[in-house]
């Protein structure tokens, strides 16, 4: 949640209407520089990396629920085993520590 895009109107509720304002200005930039220079392949360059980002995005949306699964799956409590890797340190004493609690519940 980005707090300026919240009065942004949303384009098929799926990003703010300035993301696509940023790249039609990209685009008329980009074409600008292709059409002062006269060279085509800057504005070709410039929608292949606009293409590119597309696809990254999809393909991560498309990856996000697999993510979200495994995320909450690694947090089950009990599956904190970063002690036993032995690289962290406990920075107060047992007695203390072990009232202490992360933001999910699990002891330190």
């Known amino acids: 949640d980005v707090w300026w ?10 990003f703010p209407v300035d993301y696509l304002i940023g790249f039609g200005l990209s685009i008329l930039l980009a074409g600008t520089a292709a059409w002062v220079a006269t060279d085509a392949w800057l504005i070709q360059k410039h929608l292949l990396t606009l293409l590119g980002f597309g696809i990254f995005t ?5 990856a996000a629920p697999l993510y979200r699964q495994w995320y909450w799956h690694m947090r089950r409590r009990g599956t904190d085993e ?3 890797a032995g690289i962290f340190e406990t920075p107060f004493p ?9 933001r999910n519940g699990h002891n330190l």
Do not use: C, M, Q
């Open 58 to 62: 999809v393909g991560l949306h498309l």
């Open 82 to 84: 970063r002690r036993l």
């Open 94 to 102: 047992k007695e203390i520590s072990k009232h202490l609690r992360f």
């Open 5 to 14: 895009h919240a009065r942004s109107y949303w384009i098929f509720s799926l």
